[in-house]
């Protein structure tokens, strides 16, 4: 007896007008994800070779995935369910089972029960954006509160769109309502990677996952997104040194950058332009990590990934810290010969000497070394003044000038050495400076003074 509904799946017919009538009741489950229907039929044939051919034509048919599948009323030819993948998605990656097999006794007859599982669109009109079957979000903070967003889910074709055409054409709005609740903005946030979008076979679903993460700080320059860099790294050291100057000495601080960074390869794959484009914005942190001040590079090392787009920059950069004098040494020599002479005499006594006082002297030798900022040169002064212009320039309180003596300033003999710290527009002007002078202590003659013979 023919059945008002029939079952077309892949071009095979169970039930209605067909000889493969159905029996017990046809059960179809849907949810938003999924359907299943499920049914019994029956083959019989009058002669082996034709039985034969109906179980390899039923069989093949029942292992056949991904097929059109539809359920219809013979009776007004409408589809009752229309799960048909070629015809606007309505139904796809259609799994055929059939679940038991039972002979029918001393006829050439086979009753099946069989089971379709439909995968359903994500069509109802009451998703967040078109297609998406299913999200999730997960945030996740560091230590400085910092927060990495991910976003994974599943979309599926709609209406002969593929479900990777849906993923790329629906995600920034579906990834929009999520920051807004989160309160990121576009400017404040980059996508650092998207491990996975695998779609099945047939582009029916995909599935997805997404990784953000918050930004803080500036990009390149940027506020604060660079749409060109992702995951940059930027790390700045400031160390100052105090190995022992004269006082009024300021060293140069040593600033030790370490720079990384990912260029997305869709926005530019010129690595060196992109480089020398924000370099200027490192020295900028550079200045602002020095508090203010010049700076020279003394070490550059680029490094530039051209398989994976990305480069790196290392660089040591020394900058001054407020004083003009980088570097100071004062060195004091002092010279005393006490006068008295020994002269050798023949005596049994080898170490017998005749000892007369003769002429006593003292000299000092002040020896100043400075690193200057600029570049300068002056001419040589004399100053009998022992060196305390110099004491007191570089704030040396502890030297002792003889009293009761009279001082001349015997000789001066700077050397300077200019040169420049760094390269490009970050560079120091520096003078090395050397300056030798040496003074006498002395008793002046008073010319007639009895005490004083000229002739010994």
Request: charge should be negative; charged fraction near 25%.
């Amino acid at each position: 007896m023919a059945r008002e509904i029939s079952i077309v799946y892949d071009g095979q017919t169970y039930g209605g007008t067909s000889a493969r009538p159905i029996h017990k009741f046809i059960h179809v489950h849907q949810s938003f994800t999924e359907a299943t229907v499920e049914f019994t039929f029956e083959i019989a044939k009058s002669t082996q070779t034709a039985w034969e051919s109906e179980l390899q034509t039923v069989e093949e048919n029942l292992r056949t995935p991904y097929g059109d599948l539809s359920i219809v009323n013979d009776t007004s030819g409408n589809r009752i369910w229309d799960y048909r993948t070629s015809v606007n998605d309505s139904g796809f990656d259609i799994m055929p089972k059939i679940i038991s097999k039972e002979d029918i006794p001393s006829m050439l007859a086979r009753r099946y029960t069989v089971q379709f599982t439909i995968g359903l669109p994500a069509d109802t009109g009451n998703e967040l954006v078109t297609g998406l079957r299913e999200h999730s979000v997960e945030v996740a903070y560091d230590k400085s509160r910092i927060r990495t967003v991910t976003v994974t889910g599943t979309f599926t074709a709609v209406s002969g769109t593929t479900a990777r055409a849906q993923y790329e054409a629906q995600i920034s709005t579906l990834e929009s309502s999520v920051f807004t609740a989160l309160s990121i903005t576009a400017a404040n946030r980059e996508l650092l990677e998207e491990p996975s979008a695998d779609h099945s076979y047939n582009t029916k679903t995909i599935q997805f996952r997404r990784v953000w993460r918050e930004l803080v700080f500036s990009q390149g320059g940027s506020s604060n997104n660079d749409s060109d860099l992702v995951g940059q790294v930027l790390k700045i050291s400031r160390r100052r040194d105090a190995p022992g100057d004269t006082k009024d000495a300021s060293r140069l601080a040593t600033l030790d950058v370490n720079y990384t960074t990912s260029v997305d390869k869709d926005q530019s794959t010129d690595l060196r332009s992109k480089y020398d484009t924000i370099r200027s914005w490192i020295f900028t942190q550079v200045s602002n990590t020095l508090g203010g001040g010049a700076l020279a590079v003394v070490e550059e090392d680029p490094e530039f990934d051209y398989d994976g787009n990305a480069f790196s920059v290392r660089m040591v950069i020394k900058g001054t810290t407020g004083k003009q004098v980088f570097e100071r040494t004062v060195e004091i020599l002092e010279n005393k010969q006490s006068g008295w002479v020994l002269a050798p005499v023949w005596a049994d006594d080898p170490m017998a000497k005749y000892d007369y006082p003769g002429p006593a002297t003292h000299r000092r030798t002040v020896t100043d070394t400075q690193y200057v900022q600029r570049n300068q040169h002056e001419n040589p002064v004399i100053k009998h003044d022992g060196g305390a212009s110099i004491f007191s320039g570089a704030q040396i309180t502890v030297v002792k000038t003889p009293s009761g003596v009279s001082v001349k300033h015997i000789s001066t003999q700077p050397k300077y050495t200019p040169m420049t710290i760094g390269r490009d527009s970050q560079k120091i002007d520096v003078t090395r400076i050397v300056k030798v002078d040496v003074y006498e202590f002395y008793t002046p003659v008073v010319v007639g003074s009895p005490s004083v013979n000229p002739f010994g």
